[in-house]
């Protein structure tokens, strides 16, 4: 079998010919994002095959001469016969394991064919009538006339910005005026009369716990530019609940919006300084979020989605303008608004879905798990779809651990603990000595500790061995990860029996939610064709150390695929084309809401759940 080699971490695998080197990649522990599910369309998974020869067919998704330089996506290329080295990190453009899809060589994707491209904004090429004597017509009725004639809509509305300006517009040029509309059925706003040459649009996921960005050209539908970073709200609480309480407080919720709305023009300020653009050529925007992230981006109160009987102020806000909404845009981009479906399964989870066969209304059965801070979850087949929110917590995200941080340079990703002598090995993203653990390193530990009986089913440390890396304070224990030597900042990193209870909670959260949707459906997790896992934690999750500590079912390893952060890609798709647009809408009008504090049977299987891997370990009998 080839031997696959990641420069510069020297991490190595064997795979048999024809494998993807995304998927050698995760075996060997290095993470590479590819948030358009494999497709070749974002770009984030770009790597340089530095000796060798990659088969597939990445060459088609990318331009000429860059194939020609030795670039791929290891989404789209494959294990040949031969040994492979592949490089990742700077010298291909991509900040490997960080920020995905930012490419330093102009190399953009693709999102959708140009058939498809029908995008919020559209830049439309108009000649409009010279003014004659006595016509009866004014500059605004002649602009939309030739608007009428070229779209068909029966009205356009023009705002005044724009008419002031109308005059001089039609008589300053002799060539096709550019308009920039934007369609609300049969009629036209017009967005502006002199847009750029590139036009952008902005896609923007608000998750509880990170926030996400993509700058995308209108008129190609490529990805342009992409950031992420952790959303600034979360110094006012590490959740849902804790958020909608602060917004109570005095200037509580002005505070809230403020600090998301600095998140997002912030990662958004980043990416139009990386494609040497200005605010004002982005002319669109679509974001997604759920429930109570959207309220506290329009500074509207959240708070009586925590009451019964649990009522948002809106599930699908209205189209509004950047200006009215805060964002760092053109003031007068649309802004298109993700519906949600209930006060805790948001429109994060319904633009995810436009990525799955259940958007298709896929005859079998099949589970969507979005892993987050809120962890939604969604089960369909052709006559059924079912949704509801597990609240797992901010584990996952790197939240709420003594040392997490987020799936970024410096964090522990993946951790190997040998059975018999306790040594362990630690993966860290970028390299180098680690600064933090994220979520899938976390996992990873607490698998690791519980296959080599360092940990008991209960979450309790020294369950049948002992390791010197195992410390016990009084009552408190902790396994010491990286010493102080060891470390990047020169203290000790250590997992927590606390850090391990938040991962079991939210772990049991997770599989409970599933489960209470399958007993819905009359089905069990073995009658499922498909497990989609969403959320960009997942392309750095271990599939063996999910299943092992009970956060997956123990199903054939075949039957599991991670898409990314499926939330941003919605966006991305809904910012681009009606025809997702209304798919969308579609999907929140198909799904139905299961509100998990009224099923009595969720406590029950949440309490099952809450060890390792659960109470009934038939379940598990890989885990075993």
Do not use: W
Request: glycine share 12%; net charge negative; with cysteine.
């Amino acid at each position: 079998m080839p031997q696959i080699t990641f420069a510069p971490l020297g991490n190595s695998v064997r795979v048999e010919p024809g494998t993807p080197l995304l998927d050698a990649a995760k075996r060997a522990g290095v993470a590479l994002a590819a948030e358009c599910g494999g497709k070749g369309t974002c770009g984030g998974c770009l790597v340089l095959i530095e000796s060798g020869k990659a088969a597939g067919d990445f060459a088609d998704f990318l331009p000429g001469e860059a194939a020609g330089e030795g670039y791929a996506l290891a989404c789209r290329a494959t294990a040949g016969d031969g040994d492979l080295v592949v490089r990742l990190g700077a010298e291909t453009g991509a900040e490997t394991g960080t920020k995905a899809g930012q490419f330093a060589s102009g190399l953009h994707r693709q999102v959708l064919p140009a058939a498809e491209l029908s995008p919020l904004v559209a830049i439309l090429p108009l000649l409009v009538d010279a003014p004659k004597p006595m016509d009866g017509l004014g500059d605004l009725e002649r602009l939309t006339r030739a608007l009428a004639n070229r779209t068909g809509a029966a009205s356009v509305q023009c705002p005044l910005e724009i008419l002031q300006t109308l005059p001089r517009a039609l008589r300053q040029t002799d060539h096709p005026l550019a308009c920039a509309v934007h369609r609300r059925g049969d009629c036209l706003d017009i967005v502006s009369l002199d847009p750029p040459p590139r036009p952008l649009g902005l896609a923007v996921d608000i998750g509880t716990t990170s926030v996400a960005v993509e700058l995308i050209d209108l008129n190609s539908g490529a990805v342009l530019a992409h950031d992420a970073g952790y959303n600034d709200q979360t110094a006012r609480g590490a959740d849902v609940i804790s958020r909608i309480n602060y917004a109570g407080r005095p200037g509580g919720l002005a505070a809230l919006r403020e600090l998301v709305l600095a998140t997002v023009n912030r990662l958004l300020a980043a990416c139009l300084e990386r494609i040497e653009a200005e605010p004002g050529a982005v002319l669109a925007a679509s974001l997604s979020g759920n429930a109570a992230m959207t309220h506290l981006a329009l500074g509207v109160d959240p708070e009586f989605i925590r009451l019964a009987p649990y009522t948002p102020a809106a599930l699908a806000p209205a189209m509004m303008s950047a200006k009215e909404t805060g964002l760092a845009i053109h003031p007068r981009a649309p802004v298109l608004f993700a519906p949600a479906v209930g006060s805790y399964l948001g429109g994060d989870v319904v633009s995810g879905l436009l990525l799955t066969p259940l958007a298709e209304n896929a005859p079998e059965p099949r589970l969507f798990i979005d892993i987050g801070t809120n962890g939604e979850a969604v089960l369909g087949g052709e006559d059924y779809l079912f949704g509801c929110a597990c609240s797992a917590g901010p584990a996952f995200e790197g939240g709420g651990l003594t040392r997490g941080m987020r799936a970024q340079a410096g964090a522990i990703e993946a951790v190997r603990i040998d059975p018999g002598t306790g040594e362990i090995g630690l993966s860290v993203i970028g390299g180098g000595k680690p600064l933090g653990v994220c979520g899938s390193g976390a996992i990873g530990a607490a698998a690791g500790l519980f296959r080599a009986g360092l940990l008991d089913a209960g979450g309790r440390l020294g369950g049948h061995a002992d390791s010197a890396r195992i410390v016990r304070d009084g009552r408190k224990s902790r396994f010491v990860l990286a010493r102080p030597d060891e470390s990047a900042d020169g203290r000790e990193l250590a997992l927590t029996e606390a850090d391990i209870e938040n991962i079991v909670r939210a772990k049991a959260a997770i599989y409970s939610g599933c489960q209470v949707l399958l007993d819905q459906a009359g089905l069990a997790f073995a009658d499922l064709a498909e497990i989609i896992v969403a959320g960009g934690f997942g392309h750095y999750l271990d599939v063996e150390d999910a299943i092992a500590i009970g956060l997956l079912p123990d199903l054939p390893r075949d039957r599991f695929r991670f898409i990314g952060n499926a939330s941003l890609a919605g966006s991305s798709l809904t910012l681009l084309s009606e025809k997702h647009r209304r798919a969308r809408a579609a999907l929140a009008g198909r799904l139905t809401y299961l509100d998990l504090s009224l099923e009595a049977s969720f406590m029950d299987a949440y309490t099952a759940a809450l060890f390792l891997p659960h109470t009934e370990r038939e379940r598990f009998p890989s885990a075993k």
